[in-house]
């Protein structure tokens, strides 16, 4: 049988037959089976709540794209201009849908929760899978949470500018304000997700309903009230506002406004082991939601392109957000100005819980496999609401001491966020590496899932790398020339001291402690004891699991 088409349990058996009688392997040949067979093995620990629906739900509204290109397309109109905008826009969508095509193929083959980390120990060299294995889990821990913080934070911050806009006269805008609104939205998607569970497939959905109905409540007065821009501004023009003596370097820093609208794809992946038939709806729900936010961002662009009214009086709008300029000058109405930015902010809400469940399931995932201080204390699945609870509270605390930054300083904080974009690219380019470096050495010996790229899994994973790289490359950038200590982009130094601490923490418990998802498979090669045992244990745990099952 080909091994590429074989199911998760037609593999299990595959490897289980060939092992000797000391439970080792009898050919290396079977070794990436064996890795992919331990790692599928580790699934079924947290009931299934989710079906496709609220999946596609689930990634749509955490992706929050065309929301997202609303409130920063300022720094492409600043470097690129209306040019970046809309062509570089469409440039970020196809790389965007290659990056989710080339990481939904890694999630049907291993769909759960681990995401980039387990794929990289899966698809790695031998000899260095594991150290590997333990950076991208780290860079990913870290990405997630800079992620869900920065959503917190656009969410509390757009408040605090609808209250600048109402209350210009009487109230003095402070940075404490906006932490303190930050950590209330935080303690709000905390809440939900705890005391919400249950319902959380069903908010999923409705989220996904207001995502598209909050599209045309914006869309509509937006471009009936508005004045309009010309044709020419729309599509001809280009600005490098930034100081940059290149216009190609320009282009391509406005360009990472709209890659952010559709960064963190990866987010439905860590969701896995809650979802029924993972290794088909996981995939097809990644690629579906940078589809449907690539239609509604590229509206929401060429809206506020024809509707941006006064340019420079937007982009220097006292409440921190252009959008908001642009809504108030469309409609003249305060009230009109409240309910368009409330959508926005709800819809950031939404983003925000689904982000924090994503990126607790992957703490709670890599503390499973050792990767984490305290390993069983953080893998704790709670058996009253059927998921890891200690991991959500301790992703919670991360974040609200990241507010404390802000305190101090803005531009730190912007920083520390703007990992997110930074971080999220090198853990999705270095599995992709990876894979395509089997597709062309080793094309016989990849386990694919139901769910695979085929013929164009070389040029959509080389795509994949090449716009990750541009990505990356650029994000290190200033947005603005000459560089000041305050409008210095320090994405590379706080990414820089993120790989040093992963180093330090490697070499401090790392190398002692952690062999990653395939664990058993690496430290002693008895890869029979390792898949029986978890059999065993996966029978107890099914049969607990079963009665907390709602799959919508």
């Given at each position: 049988m080909d091994?590429t088409?074989l199911?998760s ?8 037959s060939?092992t000797e009688?000391?439970g080792r392997?009898k050919n290396a040949?079977?070794?990436i089976?064996a ?7 580790r699934?079924?620990q947290?009931?299934?709540?989710f079906g496709?629906t609220?999946m596609?739900?689930?990634s749509t509204t955490v992706l929050v794209s065309w929301q997202?290109f ?9 470097n690129?201009g209306?040019?970046t905008l809309v062509y570089?826009l ?6 965007s849908?290659a ?5 939904a ?10 995401g980039?980390y387990?794929?990289?120990?899966l698809l ?10 333990w950076f991208a889990g780290w860079i990913t ?5 800079a ?8 969410a509390a911050?757009?408040?605090q500018?609808l209250i600048?806009l109402n209350?210009?006269?009487t109230y003095?805008p402070?940075q404490?304000?906006g932490?303190l609104l930050?950590w209330a939205v ?11 569970i ?6 999923e959905t409705l989220?996904?309903?207001l995502h598209?109905i909050?599209?045309?409540?914006i ?10 821009s010309?044709a020419d ?6 600005e ?8 190609g ?12 609208s ?13 979802v029924d038939?993972a ?10 939601s940078?589809i449907?936010s690539g ?15 006064d ?5 220097n ?6 959008i908001i300029?642009?809504?108030?000058n469309a409609t ?13 902010i709800i819809?950031f809400f939404?983003?925000?819980l689904?982000l924090?469940?994503?990126g607790s ?7 499973r496999?050792?990767g984490l201080?305290f ?7 709670d058996?009253?609401?059927g998921i ?5 509270l ?9 507010g404390l ?12 966020v703007s990992?997110a974009l930074?971080g999220?690219y090198t853990?999705?380019m ?5 894979i395509?470096?089997r ?9 694919f899932?139901p769910?695979?790229l085929?013929?164009?899994g070389v040029?959509i994973n080389l795509?994949t790398i090449a716009?990750s790289c541009?990505t990356i ?5 200033p ?9 210095m982009?320090?994405a590379?130094?706080v990414?820089g001291?993120?790989l040093?601490?992963c180093?330090?923490?490697?070499f401090w418990m790392g ?5 990653g998802?395939?664990k058993?498979v690496?430290?002693n090669?008895?890869?029979r004891?390792a898949?029986l ?6 029978e ?8 907390k099952q709602?799959?919508?």
């Amino acid at each position: 049988m080909d091994a590429t088409k074989l199911t998760s349990e037609q593999l299990r058996q595959r490897v289980l037959s060939h092992t000797e009688e000391d439970g080792r392997l009898k050919n290396a040949i079977f070794d990436i089976d064996a890795r992919a067979a331990a790692i599928l093995s580790r699934r079924h620990q947290i009931s299934k709540n989710f079906g496709f629906t609220s999946m596609l739900s689930f990634s749509t509204t955490v992706l929050v794209s065309w929301q997202a290109f609303a409130v920063t397309f300022q720094g492409g109109l600043v470097n690129g201009g209306p040019s970046t905008l809309v062509y570089g826009l469409i440039f970020s969508f196809f790389g965007s849908l290659a990056t989710a095509a080339s990481l939904a193929e890694m999630a049907s083959m291993s769909p759960t929760s681990g995401g980039q980390y387990h794929w990289v120990a899966l698809l790695a060299p031998r000899r260095s899978s594991i150290l590997f294995s333990w950076f991208a889990g780290w860079i990913t821990a870290f990405t997630r949470v800079a992620v869900t913080a920065s959503v917190a934070f656009l969410a509390a911050t757009m408040i605090q500018g609808l209250i600048i806009l109402n209350y210009s006269d009487t109230y003095e805008p402070q940075q404490w304000h906006g932490t303190l609104l930050y950590w209330a939205v935080t303690l709000a998607i905390v809440f939900v997700n705890i005391f919400g569970i249950r319902i959380f497939p069903y908010l999923e959905t409705l989220a996904l309903i207001l995502h598209v109905i909050f599209f045309f409540c914006i869309l509509v007065p937006l471009v009936h009230l508005a004045p309009r821009s010309s044709a020419d501004f729309v599509f001809r023009s280009f600005e490098n506002n930034g100081g940059w003596h290149s216009d190609g370097v320009s282009w391509c820093i406005g360009l990472l406004t709209s890659t952010y609208s559709f960064s963190g794809v990866d987010g439905v992946s860590h969701m896995a082991e809650e979802v029924d038939n993972a290794a088909v709806v996981v995939p097809r729900t990644m690629i579906w939601s940078i589809i449907v936010s690539g239609i509604l961002c590229f509206g929401i662009s060429i809206a506020i392109l024809f509707c941006i009214g006064d340019v420079e009086a937007a982009l220097n709008s006292p409440t921190g957000f252009p959008i908001i300029e642009i809504f108030f000058n469309a409609t003249k109405s305060y009230a009109a100005t409240n309910a368009m930015v409330s959508a926005l902010i709800i819809s950031f809400f939404f983003s925000a819980l689904g982000l924090l469940a994503s990126g607790s399931r992957l703490i709670w995932a890599f503390a499973r496999d050792d990767g984490l201080p305290f390993p069983r204390y953080f893998s704790h699945v709670d058996s009253r609401f059927g998921i890891p609870v200690r991991a959500i509270l301790w992703s919670s605390v991360i974040i609200v001491i990241l507010g404390l930054i802000n305190l101090g300083s803005t531009t730190a904080f912007n920083a520390l966020v703007s990992l997110a974009l930074l971080g999220q690219y090198t853990t999705y380019m270095l599995p992709t590496i990876f894979i395509l470096a089997r597709r062309l050495f080793l094309a016989k010996n990849i386990p694919f899932g139901p769910w695979e790229l085929g013929r164009w899994g070389v040029p959509i994973n080389l795509f994949t790398i090449a716009f990750s790289c541009i990505t990356i490359g650029f994000n290190v950038l200033p947005p603005y020339f000459p560089v000041t200590a305050t409008n210095m982009n320090y994405a590379g130094v706080v990414f820089g001291a993120a790989l040093i601490i992963c180093g330090i923490l490697w070499f401090w418990m790392g190398q002692k402690h952690y062999a990653g998802p395939i664990k058993e498979v690496m430290e002693n090669g008895n890869v029979r004891s390792a898949l029986l045992n978890r059999e065993a244990e996966l029978e107890v745990t099914n049969g607990t699991d079963r009665s907390k099952q709602t799959v919508v």
